[in-house]
């Protein structure tokens, strides 16, 4: 194979980066997502606060409403369940107990972002 034709597949596969990086950190957020609800942590590792006696989060049905949808290079985060939003603000009779990121972007999110790209650059 020629210098040239070898250079010009590396740059093919350059302009698939972005994309490619999306996606995986799309599920790199997504199961830390998962997991810091499953453990009763806010994005930033904090504990929720306690759940009233016999009180329960519900957590399938907060994980259920959501997704993250690749576009190109871009991640949106979609929240399709009511319940997300009123764990993440809290309501009058119930805390705020965040699923999602308030502001400053979590560290963990961005490692995930990190992994992500050195996965895509590494192949």
């Known amino acids: 194979m020629s210098g040239f034709k070898q250079l010009a597949d590396k740059l093919k ?4 980066a972005p994309s490619v990086i999306a996606s995986e950190a799309a599920r790199n ?3 830390l997502i998962i997991s810091q609800t499953n453990s009763g942590k806010d994005p930033y590792g904090r504990n929720w ?10 957590l399938f049905r907060l994980l259920s409403g959501f997704d993250i949808k690749v576009s190109g290079n871009k991640l949106e985060l ?9 764990h993440q603000v809290g ?4 805390p705020a ?3 999602l990121s308030t502001g400053v972007f979590p560290k963990t999110w961005e490692k995930a972002i990190e992994s992500a790209f ?5 192949m």
């Open 78 to 86: 979609l929240v399709s369940a009511v319940p997300i939003i009123f």
């Open 13 to 16: 596969a350059l302009s698939k």
């Open 97 to 99: 107990r965040p699923i």
């Open 91 to 94: 309501t009058k009779y119930m």
């Open 49 to 58: 606060a306690p759940l009233k006696i016999g009180g329960s989060p519900q």
């Open 118 to 122: 050195q996965k895509a650059m590494s």
């Open 29 to 31: 957020i997504k199961q």
